[in-house]
């Protein structure tokens, strides 16, 4: 941030898990942070760094005074900084009226839910009591109807989410930083893998109508299959891959052709394809085509197929010696053991019962194997959307669909967290959910050793020594690394070096000043910049006291000693 606080002050939040950090105070023993709602009601904390993150003591609706004051070891005030305010939005009307927790049982894994309102076009961050800590306001996206889905909180503390036709990425409070360009209209899913996007957009092209073509169909008709499509971050394309350059026409659902025949218009197309998931890893692309039932693995650098699994009714093609029966499926993601775990809707199979599935492949003996499942109850059976995904204690987190309920099952299969979610008595319609720790996998500030002076006056300053050093406190609950950039007056970068800190935890950077050109006077400036995230920069300006400067040249050098031992000379010719 170029702000020397956060929050910036006066500002609005969307959220109720609020990170602090205030500028540098000498001397002191630790910070006492003391905030004053808009009823003069006050909470106070303190933090051995200038910084906190504060999770569970803000309500909606509310204005914020907050002062930090220094505390020295006689547990008196060095210096404070002037008060700032804050203020938290009421949530927005088309909130849903009720998120009941139903289960909530040991064994929950610790953290936030962010999941996705498509019912009612936003996301929103709840905690394991269904009470929301943050949402984003979908009227800050300029497409119609308003609408952005998370789909992922990346380690720079950035929002991915999905639009009407348009892929975004965002910060916590909604501002957008890319968005994709025209000539793609985005649909199911958007993602961020390695600084580039991935994206999935239909396309049409005219092709003959299959056999056993209707009698109200044209001999040549539209056919909509997927590109999935990489970009950079100038929305440039890198990678493509077009369902109608390496699947066969010939492998296709005959339900979706009797759809098509149904109250056909001209120009209307077969819902060929419907892919509704991509995800990279490790130089493959793994895909979810709906309409296919279908998972297919892509070489990323070859765009060969692997294989594909699913629906063998559909497949001209087949890879492996056994299969596994899902119909309809969502979200498609290699977990760390390299198993695959999707959600199967088992849409117009006998039962229509849903679940989840974990699955390990041998691409040596073309084999499949179930290593887990999670089946549904009936009550819960969703024909469209739902993800499945696992945490970090081993525990899954299921989003079934349109049904409007999140569960937490534990690797006995025991539902330790249920959330059901209704508005105007309706359940509520959602893609995906995640769990994360907090909002912030990425927060942090640094203090320099030895500083002098204070923000007020703008007169920070450093005596010399050989090496001047600080800390950098990492808040966030990703490990983070870090720039670190001495430059002078005209920001000319004199030093650089990089330095990783893990997640709650601190580092010392140092920087070797006695090698550098150190002119008195100049001013100096440390510059911290997450490498995941640039635009979050800290910095700090001051000045380097030389006190061996003798001869006030601003330079310490061969002179400054000849001036010394001639002074001294003459100090015992003269004695």
């Known amino acids: 941030y170029t702000s020397d ?62 002062t930090v004051c220094g505390i020295d070891n006689s547990e008196n005030p060095i210096f404070c900084h002037d008060s700032k305010t804050f203020s938290t939005n009421s949530l927005p009307g088309y909130y849903p ?74 910060d916590i409070n909604g501002d957008i930083v890319f968005q994709t360009p025209s000539d793609y209209g985005v649909h199911h899913h958007f993602i961020k893998s390695n600084s580039t996007y991935f994206l999935i957009d239909a396309r049409h092209e005219l092709h003959p109508c299959p056999e056993n073509c209707p009698d109200n169909l044209p001999e040549d ?48 197309a077969l819902d060929w ?42 497949m001209n093609q087949i890879y492996f010696n056994n299969n596994i029966e899902f119909s309809g499926q969502h979200s498609v993601q290699v977990l760390d053991n390299n198993n695959i775990l999707f959600f199967d809707n088992h849409t117009l199979l006998d039962p229509e019962i849903s679940r989840c599935i974990e699955f390990s492949y041998d691409e040596v003996n073309d084999s499949v194997d179930v290593v887990w499942e999670y089946i549904l109850p009936d009550s819960l059976f969703t024909g469209s959307r739902g993800e499945c995904d696992r945490l970090n204690n081993g525990n899954t987190l299921i989003n079934i669909g349109r049904t409007g309920n999140l569960i937490e099952v534990n690797n006995n299969d025991e539902i330790v967290w249920h959330l059901n979610m209704i508005d105007n008595n309706t359940e509520m319609a959602s893609y995906r959910s995640s769990r994360v720790e907090n909002l912030y996998p990425l927060a942090f500030s640094f203090e320099l050793n030895d500083l002098h002076g204070n923000y007020i006056n703008q007169d920070y300053h450093i005596s010399y020594l050989d090496t001047l050093s600080g800390y950098i406190y990492n808040q966030g609950w990703e490990g983070q690394p870090y720039l670190y950039i001495l430059l002078d007056q005209n920001e000319v970068n004199m030093y650089n070096d990089t330095l990783n800190v893990n997640a709650d935890n601190s580092e010392q950077f140092l920087i070797p000043i006695d090698e550098l050109e150190i002119i008195n006077s100049y001013e100096y400036t440390i510059k911290i910049i997450p490498i995941n995230n640039n635009d979050l920069y800290q910095e700090i300006v001051f000045n380097i006291s030389n006190i061996g400067d003798i001869n006030n040249d601003g330079i310490i050098n061969i002179l400054d000693a000849i001036e010394l031992v001639n002074f001294i000379l003459s100090s015992e010719y003269h004695g």
């Open 5 to 66: 606080f956060i929050p910036d002050n006066n500002r609005t939040l969307n959220y109720t898990q609020v990170f602090f950090k205030w500028p540098q105070i000498e001397n002191i023993e630790y910070y006492l942070v003391d905030i004053y709602n808009d009823i003069g009601e006050n909470i106070q904390f303190d933090s051995p760094y200038n910084s906190i993150l504060i999770e569970d003591s803000f309500d909606w609706n509310n204005e914020y005074i907050w």
């Open 221 to 268: 008709i539209y056919w909509q299959g997927d590109q999935f499509i990489q970009i950079n971050n100038n929305g440039e394309l890198i990678w493509e891959w077009d369902t109608f350059d390496y699947i066969d026409l010939i492998d296709y659902n005959p339900l979706y052709l009797d759809r098509l025949s149904n109250d056909y218009q001209s120009g209307d």
């Open 273 to 314: 394809t419907h892919s509704n998931s991509i995800f990279y890893d490790n130089q493959n692309v793994f895909v979810s085509i709906r309409n296919l039932s279908r998972i297919a693995k892509i070489n990323y650098d070859t765009k060969n197929l692997v294989w594909h699994l699913g629906n063998e009714n559909f």
């Open 97 to 170: 009226d009720s998120n009941e927790v139903l289960v909530l049982e040991d064994g929950y894994y610790d953290g936030i839910t962010i999941v996705d309102f498509d019912s009612k076009g936003f996301s929103a961050a709840i905690n394991k009591f269904g009470y929301p800590i943050w949402f984003v306001d979908k009227y800050l996206f300029g497409n119609f109807p308003p609408k952005i889905i998370v789909t992922q909180l990346l380690n720079s503390g950035n929002f991915i989410g999905l639009g009407t036709g348009v892929g975004y990425e965002f």
